[in-house]
């Protein structure tokens, strides 16, 4: 049995599609108020309800489970994440009751560029989370990818939404020339189930990216393009994004970016070009030709 955490958001939602395809079950593991109309439509889901500090009914989630993914995030609520908490105090518990269990796999996913030490929040949340799963006791395999695009993503659809709304300019942190390594969220989270038919998984930090490092501008350009828009750029300095990112935060309901974009774009955040092929025998798609789902937006 396979617990998931994060099941109702971007990658979980592709993630459980696999699990589908693959025959393969599972329990989800949901925060109390979670929107369950997310999941994919037409099954009948086993699903427990428990915050991360209800530790009886982690418990009762762990019944016959013996791998997991946490697949769970909240970079997304911006200033209103408790990393510290969710990436730290909260992830310890929940591998402690994981190794309890006797859990026989325990998933994380990371970012590449964690560091315990790194100077951006999100960084430096997810280095010590990868620091307590190692030290957990648990067998682990520690996902660090790097960005993810697809269908209902928050990476394109929110410089998309940029695009719109800032119909002018689109503002970009330095030259914009940051680079990111996009990776199709197909691909990556094919790579997670065929690695648990991979004996040298375990215990390891996996560091996987697309097949192409791209500019934080260039990938705009694309975004632009399947959209049918002429993107206009306008520089401006790290200092006034970060500004910029907290100004649209606290001024929208929805808003498209929040603080911690800054910490994807603060420094280059890419791998080998060929750790999908030479890891997993996958060849990756380009972004260009998985930006259908921005056409007409």
Known sequence: MI??????????RKFIEKLEENSLEYRLLLPPGAVSGKLPK??????????MEDGGNLRAAFNQVDTVFHLAGVEKEGMKADLKQFEIHNLEAFTEIARQAGVKRFYYLSHLGADKNSAYGLLKAKGLGEEVVRKSGLPYTIFRSSILFGEDDHFTQSIARLIRKFIGFFFLPGEGQVLLQPLWVDDFVTSLIWSMDMPGMLNRIIE?????????R?????VGQAMGRNTKFLNISPVQYSF????????MKDP??????MDYLAENRTTALDSMSRIFEINPARMKLKLTHLKGK
């Open 3 to 12: 617990l998931v955490t994060g099941s109702t958001g971007f990658i979980g």
């Open 42 to 51: 037409g099954k009948n889901y086993d699903i427990v309800l428990s915050s």
């Open 208 to 216: 996987v990216g697309g097949p192409e490092q791209l500019s934080y």
């Open 218 to 222: 260039e990938i705009a350009e694309l």
């Open 244 to 251: 910029f990112t907290q100004m649209v935060e606290n001024n």
């Open 256 to 261: 498209p970016v929040n603080v911690y974009w």
